[in-house]
């Protein structure tokens, strides 16, 4: 119920695509019937109403905006792709995060699209096409059997890794649920085997991420309020990642929810609020700094 409660207090958050549409533009269009804001963190995300129902919205239907929270609009952000990179997405259906690099990559250069699942890849393919994305060649697959030394990868300077996750952050019909236990993260049994198996899986996935030569930007991503899939996978990693030349990068320094203090690098780590802010994400940014020369290699 105080899920539910703080859902329709909360403000209706859209991503204007601007491979599209210019958020000017698209701010106008709704301000001819709703209060508009623009976020003073995510660029090109507007603030409207609590409650606005936008699923009919021609700009929505067109894809020229996205219905995507503010916290999932804050991880292709971190990335920091630059017009021109080429950026794998390693865990990419349906493909919200996708469109969003692509935008911010103005369609300039190659993002290499990563799914295994054949049903999500469809989904995958629709929301590139109705985003209008032309950067985007998807790779039906699995990320883990991607070679790092293989030549078709070694352009790509910054990756994206937002694998299967629990949920548990955005699934507001079990929120409530979650609420007692979500600040102490107490779970049971037969979850916690759950959580096992999907934070075994995230590690992979973040140590196949750091093994590629010429990248210098990854982005760790969930909607998971575990701490067994956020801090604690970061934890683990940073041991191969630090040999591997990378450090932690600070995502949103101005914002003030971090990482559990269970690590030392907790404040660069950041996280997102489920109830206070809509939706329970993670993200960490490993960054490290590539000399022109081995870049080109
Ligand atoms: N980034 C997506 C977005 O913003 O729309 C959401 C990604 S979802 C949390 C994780 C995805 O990873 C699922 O579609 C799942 O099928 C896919 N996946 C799971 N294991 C994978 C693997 N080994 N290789 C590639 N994709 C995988």
Same mark, same amino acid.
């Given at each position: 119920?105080?899920?539910?409660?703080?859902?329709?207090?909360?403000?209706?958050?859209?991503?204007?695509?601007?491979?599209?549409?210019?958020?000017?533009?698209?701010?106008? %269009? /709704?301000?001819?019937?709703?209060?508009?804001?623009?976020?003073?963190?995510?660029?090109?995300?507007?603030?409207?109403?609590?409650?606005?129902?936008?699923?009919?919205?021609?700009?929505?239907?067109?894809?020229?905006?996205?219905?995507?929270?503010?916290?999932?609009?804050?991880?292709?952000?971190?990335?920091?792709?630059?017009?021109?990179? *080429?950026?794998?997405?390693?865990?990419?259906?349906?493909?919200?995060?996708?469109?969003?690099?692509?935008?911010?990559?103005?369609?300039?250069?190659?993002?290499?699209?990563?799914?295994?699942?054949?049903?999500?890849?469809?989904?995958? *393919?629709?929301?590139?096409?109705?985003?209008?994305?032309?950067? %985007?060649?998807?790779?039906?697959?699995?990320?883990?059997?991607?070679?790092?030394?293989?030549?078709?990868?070694?352009?790509?300077?910054?990756?994206?890794?937002?694998?299967?996750?629990?949920?548990?952050?955005?699934?507001?019909?079990?929120?409530?649920?979650?609420?007692?236990?979500?600040?102490?993260?107490?779970?049971?049994?037969?979850?916690?085997?759950?959580?096992?198996?999907?934070?075994?899986?995230?590690?992979?996935?973040?140590?196949?991420?750091?093994?590629?030569?010429?990248?210098?930007?990854?982005?760790?991503?969930?909607?998971?309020?575990?701490?067994?899939?956020?801090?604690?996978?970061?934890?683990?990693?940073?041991? /191969?990642?630090? !040999?591997?030349?990378?450090?932690?990068?600070?995502?949103?320094?101005?914002?003030?929810?971090?990482?559990?203090?269970?690590?030392?690098?907790?404040?660069?780590?950041?996280?997102?609020?489920?109830?206070?802010?809509?939706?329970?994400? /993670?993200?960490?940014? /490993?960054?490290?700094?590539?000399?022109? !020369?081995?870049?080109?290699?």
């Amino acid at each position: 119920l105080m899920a539910l409660r703080s859902d329709v207090s909360k403000p209706r958050y859209v991503r204007v695509n601007t491979l599209k549409l210019n958020t000017k533009a698209a701010a106008a %269009v /709704f301000r001819k019937r709703h209060k508009v804001q623009k976020d003073d963190l995510v660029p090109d995300l507007l603030l409207l109403p609590p409650g606005t129902d936008l699923h009919d919205h021609q700009l929505v239907k067109n894809g020229s905006v996205l219905l995507q929270g503010k916290a999932s609009s804050m991880v292709a952000v971190a990335l920091d792709p630059k017009p021109g990179w *080429e950026v794998l997405d390693a865990c990419s259906a349906p493909g919200n995060k996708t469109v969003h690099l692509a935008a911010l990559m103005r369609g300039e250069g190659k993002i290499i699209a990563c799914e295994l699942n054949k049903e999500r890849v469809k989904r995958l *393919e629709c929301t590139i096409k109705q985003a209008g994305a032309t950067n %985007v060649e998807v790779l039906h697959g699995d990320f883990l059997k991607l070679s790092p030394v293989d030549p078709s990868y070694s352009k790509v300077r910054a990756i994206l890794v937002d694998p299967s996750c629990s949920g548990s952050g955005t699934a507001v019909d079990r929120l409530d649920h979650l609420l007692p236990s979500y600040q102490t993260g107490h779970v049971d049994q037969g979850e916690m085997h759950r959580l096992s198996k999907l934070a075994a899986f995230q590690k992979m996935a973040l140590e196949h991420a750091l093994s590629f030569p010429g990248v210098e930007r990854i982005v760790y991503s969930t909607c998971s309020i575990h701490q067994i899939e956020n801090e604690d996978v970061i934890n683990s990693v940073l041991p /191969f990642a630090i !040999s591997r030349g990378f450090k932690l990068g600070t995502p949103f320094p101005q914002w003030t929810r971090r990482g559990l203090p269970v690590i030392e690098e907790s404040e660069q780590l950041l996280r997102t609020d489920p109830v206070e802010d809509k939706e329970g994400f /993670f993200i960490a940014l /490993f960054v490290r700094s590539i000399s022109q !020369s081995e870049s080109l290699q």
